[in-house]
């Protein structure tokens, strides 16, 4: 069975861009979540999509979003780059909303100039 | 919203040693506590969890425990082996595992 794949792997933007990611989750699970990793903050949550529903966002501004497609494929987009929004962005799937286990990828790591 | 902290940030143990790290959380609400292992330029995987109707769980050379009224858990690993070298995050969720407040990590280096 494939893990969690995300796309692209590694990426360069300059301030001011727009930047969307992708990640695929494992086959049959629904619930994609999505968080931010950096050396100073540690791993930091983005959102959580459910049956193509955000069902949590954590502490970011409006300029992170996400969507979910009905094959549980999800996307986040970043507009107006910014510095400090060069991370590396983890993809993280579940069976389901309750189930204990998070499978992350391997995750797309951003570098804003 | 919740606020995990953990201690220490950096750990050195010789090999077959006991290594102990800390965590606190805030939200009482808070009932999974999952450990994950990150080893360099790889993904966290997931090496424990615990949730708030049990004191202890373990799992080999691995468990952890849960002090609930004191809001804090922790990792325990025996017998320490160099690929235990990693960093390890420790978390805090309430219901639902898929949004997890996250401690900053532990990094964990085994000498031999």
């Known amino acids: 069975k494939a893990g969690v794949t995300q796309t692209p792997r590694y990426l360069i933007k300059t301030r001011g861009q727009q930047v969307t990611l992708s990640c695929s989750p494992i086959s049959g699970h629904r619930s994609v979540s999505w968080y931010q990793q950096t050396p100073g903050q540690g791993l930091q949550f983005l959102f959580e999509?459910?049956?193509?529903?955000?069902?949590n966002k954590g502490n970011f501004p409006g300029r992170f979003s996400g969507r979910q497609f009905s094959n549980s494929r999800s996307e986040m987009n970043v507009s107006t780059l910014e510095l400090g929004d060069s991370a590396l962005y983890l993809c993280?799937?579940?069976?389901?909303?309750?189930?204990?286990?998070?499978?992350f990828g391997e995750g797309s790591r951003l570098t804003v100039l | 919203g919740e606020n995990v902290e953990q201690h220490p940030s950096t750990l050195s143990v010789q090999e077959g040693d006991s290594a102990v790290i800390k965590c606190t959380y805030s939200d009482s609400a808070s009932n999974y506590f999952p450990w994950y292992k990150q080893e360099l330029g790889k993904r966290p995987q997931l090496i424990i969890d615990i949730r708030s109707n049990v004191g202890e769980k373990k799992d080999q050379r691995i468990a952890v425990t849960l002090n609930k009224t004191a809001k804090h858990f922790s990792l325990h690993i025996t017998e320490t082996q160099p690929e235990d070298s990693a960093v390890y995050f420790c978390a805090a969720g309430e219901g639902t595992a898929s949004k997890l407040t996250f401690g900053t990590g532990t990094r964990l280096q085994v000498t031999l």
């Open positions: 993280a799937s579940s069976l389901s909303r309750n189930t204990g286990e998070l499978f």
């Open positions: 999509y459910f049956s193509e529903t955000q069902r």
